[in-house]
């Protein structure tokens, strides 16, 4: 009988816990003789300002059957179905960016180009959001669900929400998920390595035990533990071009009755922005600026003008924005913020987990001493250009009109990436489509022109010339994509009519369980 091999993860919270349960479960299904542990000392506390996810989040859950109202119940958890987008553009214009798709439920006629719905409002001038179901029911802050007569929930589309949550209560859910997962509490002292691999053997607990394993997932957040202090990996730093490098974290209460945002809130503020992420009782706040232009004291002093109000500062974090050169050396794989960081705008850090741990379960968890450098490689690959895709599109959301301040001047004169103005330069004399984009990773959404569409239009940054010509060309498909656009938007306001309230939504599930 083969040895049982022993997957260790080395720090719980979300990302921790969501890879201890993707490889339990790969390790099931694949019949594979091993064991699963998870280090999470109890004396570290996680970082707990309100996290938000992509759509991939409920891709996960359904993919593992877990029921969305049980998750929502013991999570807190709120849904995400966009992000509103105020003051980046100019100061006083706001734009949202639903996570929807509308061409998922068209069918359009044969050898149509992609995004050609997008095309056309764009070159009629009409609102890309309005075609959106996320459209209105952001605008109401109401949830995806109707109540049918008999009082059971009806979702009003096929497309896939995301969620806002505190991420603590996150990773005790998949926790309680993790069947056979051992638990064990203690912090990591020291770290046995191979002579000549250089792999890890062992971790030396700071209890006196000690730990062999065959392969280390290092979810030690910005600490970094296996994958740079014992791995060596190296950094590649996007400083230069997603400035912000810390962040000033705060609570808000909701007030008893009062309606609960269903996007996250990305609000540009003089040195960086500010964001407002909703769980059931509070708002997740916090401000991520730039230290190069504004002081922490100086950056509480704005937040609290702003808002009118004082606030209770929970902690002064600093990070660097970048991933590693490669988050998979030897036999550790490093995940979550150990492996990536980029700010806060789009969400990308647990959904980076997911894709990343359901691309290394389904294509290169077996026997650890089977692994060949070749699978690193190409998972290396995978995973660095899913990463620079982020950095490009969060750089995109900075190509503003704002000069107000210093920040946002030397961000419009330096700080775009080259690789931003290239794919900006590519749409003035062809809009942007789907075939422009990398595949997703793995079955899960990635950055496609459904995100893109709504925040080049948000920030005035598509030619309605360039649309119109494009639409021009065919003049049937012109005509198919105004009545599909005009259908749309009838459909989904007439939708939004019938969805519940999203605290109310919220209060119904509560009572289910």
Request: aromatic fraction near 10%; glycine fraction near 8%; charged fraction near 25%.
């Amino acid at each position: 009988m083969d040895r049982q091999s022993h997957f260790v993860v080395v720090g719980g919270g979300t990302a921790g816990w969501i890879a201890a349960f993707i490889i339990a479960d790969a390790v099931r299904r694949k019949g594979l003789q091993a064991r699963v542990s998870v280090i999470e000392p109890s004396k570290i506390p996680t970082v707990g300002v309100g996290e938000a996810t992509t759509a991939a989040f409920r891709v996960l859950l359904q993919h593992f059957g877990i029921d969305e109202f049980e998750f929502i119940r013991e999570t807190g958890a709120t849904f995400k179905l966009g992000i509103r987008h105020e003051d980046w553009r100019r100061k006083g214009f706001t734009y949202y960016g639903p996570i929807d798709d509308p061409h998922q439920v068209v069918r359009p006629p044969a050898a149509a180009p992609s995004d050609y719905l997008n095309v056309y409002a764009v070159a009629a001038g009409r609102p890309i959001t309005d075609m959106h179901l996320f459209g209105p029911l952001l605008e109401q802050k109401k949830a995806p669900y109707a109540r049918k007569a008999d009082g059971s929930l009806i979702p009003l589309g096929p497309f896939h929400h995301a969620y806002h949550f505190d991420q603590a209560r996150v990773g005790r859910f998949f926790a309680s998920k993790s069947k056979g997962v051992e638990i064990i509490d203690a912090v990591v002292s020291g770290v046995e390595r191979d002579g000549q691999s250089g792999d890890v053997t062992a971790l030396q607990l700071e209890n006196g035990q000690r730990l062999e394993g065959d392969f280390f997932i290092d979810a030690t957040g910005f600490r970094k533990q296996l994958i740079v202090k014992e791995m060596a990996a190296g950094w590649i730093s996007y400083a230069h071009e997603l400035p912000v490098n810390r962040a000033l974290p705060f609570w808000l209460d909701i007030n008893p009755g009062a309606e609960i945002a269903n996007y996250t809130r990305a609000w540009a503020q003089d040195s960086g922005w500010m964001w407002q992420i909703p769980t059931q009782t509070r708002y997740g706040c916090g401000y991520v600026y730039s230290d190069a232009f504004c002081t922490p004291e100086q950056a509480k002093a704005e937040v609290e003008r702003v808002l009118g109000h004082e606030i209770e500062v929970r902690g002064d974090i600093r990070f660097d924005i970048g991933r590693m050169e490669n988050a998979w050396v030897g036999n550790v794989l490093a995940v979550g913020l150990s492996s990536s960081f980029l700010e806060p705008l789009e969400s990308t850090s647990i959904h980076g987990t997911i894709v990343q741990m359901m691309l290394f379960a389904d294509r290169h968890l077996k026997r650890p001493e089977t692994m060949t450098p070749a699978e690193r490689a190409d998972y290396n690959g995978r995973v660095g250009r899913q990463v620079d895709d982020f950095r490009t599109f969060v750089n995109t959301h900075y190509m503003v009109e704002r000069d107000d301040t210093a920040f946002w001047r030397e961000v419009r004169a330096n700080r775009i990436h080259p690789e931003t103005h290239a794919q900006l330069a590519r749409w003035q004399t062809q809009m942007p489509r789907h075939e422009q984009f990398a595949e997703n990773l793995f079955g899960l959404p990635h950055i496609q022109t459904q995100l893109y569409y709504p925040v080049l239009a948000g920030l005035g940054l598509l030619d309605q010339q360039l649309a119109r010509r494009e639409m021009d060309a065919d003049p049937k498909l012109r005509q198919f994509a105004r009545e599909a656009y005009e259908g749309l938007v009838k459909e989904y306001r007439a939708a939004a009519r019938q969805a519940l309230g999203h605290a109310e939504f919220l209060q119904i599930v509560r009572a289910m369980g």
